[in-house]
């Protein structure tokens, strides 16, 4: 099992400029998260989803966007890519709504120049 | 609003010894809790869970937690530290119930480094 998979793992972008971070996952779970980690301040959940063409606003969302066409794919969209986009994003996803725990993918690190 | 605490961003320990990475929380009802651990350049990884039973939980690699309700804690524990138990470790809470949708509520993370 491939599990969660994040593509690409490193990204530099201008300022201003868009692109898709892109999530799957083969586990067949309904429920997807986006997040970014930012250093010394753990996770903020950007936008979930609870199955396919159900998404909703996280924390922080302001500045992306997502889509859920299908259960096993939840791109986050970055329009306008601003300075303060710069951080690590992680898409995870779980079985169980309350006691399930979490599956990650290994990451996407963006840098906004 | 709901909150995660870990009052220590690092934690230093020596190889063998005991390590405690300290939690507490403040979420509305009775919280699943969960401990991820996370190396270098990689996605966090599952450690263990509380759902209910047992305060005392084991989880993988030798780790266990201990829920205390009354003081709102999860703290993260293990017998005999390793070299390679170094890490970024966070302490997370789901709501039960309500219209959390699954999310989780992470805390801040606490660095650990055990020395040999």
């Known amino acids: 099992n491939a599990g969660v998979t994040q593509t690409p793992k490193f990204r530099i972008l201008k300022i201003g400029q868009s692109m898709t971070l892109q999530c799957a996952q083969d586990?067949?779970?309904?429920?997807m998260y986006w997040y970014r980690q930012d250093p010394g301040m753990g996770l903020k959940l950007i936008y979930y989803s609870v199955g396919a063409g159900i998404t909703d606003k996280g924390e922080v969302p302001n500045g992306y966007n997502v889509s859920r066409s299908t259960t096993e794919d939840f791109p986050l969209r970055l329009e306008l890519a601003a300075p303060s986009q710069t951080s690590v994003y992680f898409c995870?996803?779980?079985?169980?709504?309350?006691?399930?725990?979490?599956?990650f993918g290994e990451g996407s690190r963006l840098t906004v120049l | 609003a709901q909150s995660v605490a870990q009052p220590e961003d690092q934690v230093n320990v020596a190889e063998g010894n005991p390590l405690t990475v300290k939690c507490t929380y403040s979420v509305s009802g009775n919280p699943y809790l969960f401990w991820y651990v996370q190396y270098p350049n990689r996605g966090l990884q599952f450690l263990l869970k509380y759902i209910t039973g047992d305060n005392l939980v084991k989880g993988s690699y030798g780790f266990e937690a201990e829920f205390n309700k009354s003081q709102t804690s999860f703290h993260l524990k293990k017998p005999s530290a390793l070299v390679s138990d170094s890490a970024l470790y966070f302490c997370?809470?789901?709501?039960?119930?309500?219209?959390?949708?699954?999310?989780?509520?992470f805390g801040r993370g606490t660095q650990l480094t055990v020395w040999p």
């Open positions: 995870a996803s779980t079985l169980e709504r309350e006691s399930g725990e979490l599956f």
């Open positions: 586990m067949n779970h309904n429920y």
């Open positions: 997370a809470v789901r709501p039960r119930g309500g219209s959390t949708l699954g999310r989780l509520y």
